[in-house]
């Protein structure tokens, strides 16, 4: 039996374990442990079983099961601060939290083993007002587009600790399609037009270099409006609609004076302190956005900011964000729609999702118990959100 994870393949039988096709090397003891947390990812597993099935019930120190947990996780690039796979539930055990796929061994010995998700295919398309995108592909199955949110950098996400768990999710089992929008990552950065509109057209231009006659829409964030925009003027070509962590009013069109005035607290602060961790941007930023992120993940987020765009396309954006409103296009949607929400999100409130499944005829509602915008994979929440959507995409 194969268990691949992220870029990882662990073979039970050869007892190897590989990333990106390579060897990593682990004490037998590590492997047995990594295994049997693999083997029951399901439950929370206890000292006592670990010490009765990778120890065989001898006497073990406490510092010698600390030492095998944490050679496990560096094996892995993970941390007991991180724990982006292998998670410490307090007084009780360890979890293995990340998002695993079975698969059989080759018939053939010799033959290679199965690629967790291949590497992306990077390339590039203009909008007609001469704007290039970048686009990323990656994976097999059915096409399902993941639409530009307010800051993608596609090389940098697919490595990234907030965003890569989801995404090689996604990838094992659909033919993942990205890009990075106008203003953001490996797109022109210096364009004229920045609003809700020319994202909508972003969208098509995506869609049409792609080929794509029919395909699955992700809309996560401010992608959720443009997902439910493109829908509208597009039925033929979505088959299903996804809108996670989204909003149909920005935080201008809310008809809230709190709303607004944040709003432009939040850009006056965003000049003055974008990519700097150590600003009241940052701090105000990762509060709303990770409250529960580990300080591994919000170095990430920083880094992405510095790296993504500027603090003036930052704004310009943003501002664009906040004036967006699609309300009166929720009851034409005609697609099936699943809405997934953080009961406790910060960015957008479950309001906003909750506006979204009432008004859009037919939609599924499925609320998270998590404080941030993004599902991290080491929350208690995870696995029923990869759940949802692959049983969602899957029907």
């Known amino acids: 039996m194969l268990f691949l994870f992220e870029n990882f393949v662990l073979d039970a039988s050869r007892r190897e374990l590989r990333r990106k096709g390579h060897l990593v090397p682990v004490e037998p003891q590590v492997f047995d442990l990594l295994l049997h947390l693999l083997n029951n990812r399901d439950r929370v597993v206890s000292k006592d079983d670990l010490i009765a099935n990778v120890w065989n019930g001898r006497i073990v120190s406490d510092s010698t099961l600390s030492t095998r947990i944490n050679a496990a996780r560096r094996a892995l690039g993970d941390s007991g601060e991180e724990q982006r796979l292998i998670r410490t539930v307090a007084r009780k055990g360890l979890r293995f939290v990340g998002s695993v796929r079975e698969a059989e061994m080759p018939a053939d010995a010799s033959s290679p083993l199965p690629a967790v998700a291949a590497k992306q295919e990077i390339s590039f398309c203009k909008t007609p007002d001469g704007v290039n995108l970048a686009l990323a592909a990656v994976g097999s199955g059915p096409p399902l587009v993941k639409i530009a949110n307010w800051l993608t950098h596609l090389e940098y996400d697919w490595e990234s600790p907030i965003w890569s768990p989801l995404l090689q999710f996604l990838a094992e089992r659909w033919r993942l399609i990205r890009y990075d929008g106008r203003g953001n990552g490996l ?51 979505v088959s299903k609609l996804i809108l996670y ?115 859009i005829p037919h939609a599924k509602l499925v609320t998270l118990e998590s404080e941030n915008h993004v599902v991290l994979a080491h929350e208690p929440a995870w696995p029923r959100l990869i759940a949802e959507i692959e049983s969602f995409l899957s029907a």
């Open 245 to 359: 962590g989204g909003y149909a009013t920005g935080r201008n069109k809310r008809g809230s004076p709190a709303e607004a005035d944040m709003a432009k607290a939040f850009l006056a602060i965003m000049r003055h302190g974008w990519g700097d961790e150590h600003s009241a941007f940052m701090r105000a930023f990762s509060s709303v956005f990770l409250p529960n992120g580990s300080p591994h993940q919000i170095k990430w987020l920083v880094d992405l900011q510095r790296i993504t765009t500027s603090a003036e396309n930052a704004v310009r954006i943003r501002n664009a964000c906040d004036n967006i409103d699609v309300t009166g296009l929720l009851p034409k949607v005609q697609v099936p729609t699943l809405v997934i929400h953080c009961r406790h999100d910060n960015v957008a409130s479950i309001d906003q999702g909750l506006l979204m499944a009432r008004s």
């Open 187 to 237: 797109a022109d950065r210096d364009v004229a037009d920045i609003s809700f509109d020319a994202f909508v057209r972003d969208l098509d231009t995506v869609v049409e270099a792609v080929q794509l006659k029919q395909a699955a829409f992700l809309g996560i964030s401010q992608g959720a409006a443009v997902a439910i925009a493109y829908a509208v003027r597009h039925p033929e070509r």
